[in-house]
């Protein structure tokens, strides 16, 4: 996986040498910051019929700053549903239920993942860790997480270390989302465990991120 300019990535479980003029993978692109005001608690109205979950996401959380994540499946799920005037924390609940996951929130950051994942997700707030600057918006379509993380690593001068067991593939529209709370949702979405040590973040599937695999 080739690393961008001034940062070690590496799925093989030790550090790549940086390489210059790494094109920006696909079909994740960077977009630029969301112009929108936030807005507290928004409420809204929406019928769906049928809806891919990727659309009805897109949908509840357009013109915002935060967005989702979400695993990709195959076939993608459909959600059908009408609510009114409700809470966009409720509306997100709801859509993921129907489509068999659960829902976390960060703020207006939402992470789907299986049931038991988000019944026992600890919040970034509880790591007593800065959120990170730069924030980061960020929009892929059912892409692999090592395009993601390489994607990402163009813009933050840190070392990311994947564990070469972990692979994910997820849905992502995120906007304004600081980055260690974007690593912390991004295990979350792919069933992994991180760890922040500057200036290097560490993947590994779920408990294995322990003194039996450092990334080297």
Wanted: hydrophobic share 45%.
């Amino acid at each position: 996986m080739p690393a961008a300019t001034g940062t070690a990535l590496s799925q093989a479980g030790c550090f790549l040498p940086p390489t210059s003029g790494t094109a920006l993978p696909e079909p994740a692109r960077l977009l630029p910051s969301a112009l929108e005001t936030p807005v507290s608690e928004p409420i809204l109205t929406l019928t769906l019929a049928s809806c891919p979950v990727s659309q009805a996401l897109v949908m509840a959380t357009a013109g915002r700053p935060g967005g989702f994540l979400l695993p990709a499946r195959e076939p993608e799920p459909l959600v059908s549903l009408t609510l009114a005037r409700r809470p966009v924390r409720d509306v997100m609940r709801e859509i993921a239920e129907l489509a068999g996951f659960g829902c976390v929130a960060e703020g207006d950051f939402f992470i789907l993942a299986r049931p038991q994942t988000a019944a026992f997700y600890r919040r970034f707030a509880d790591l007593d860790l800065p959120p990170g600057s730069p924030a980061i918006s960020l929009a892929a379509d059912r892409a692999d997480l090592g395009d993601l993380l390489a994607t990402i690593a163009r813009r933050l001068p840190i070392d990311i270390v994947c564990h070469p067991d972990l692979a994910a593939t997820l849905t992502v529209q995120v906007r304004d989302v600081p980055w260690r709370v974007l690593f912390h949702g991004l295990a979350a979405a792919a069933e992994a465990d991180c760890r922040f040590a500057t200036p290097t973040v560490f993947l590994a599937p779920r408990g294995r991120l322990g003194s039996s695999w450092r990334g080297n």
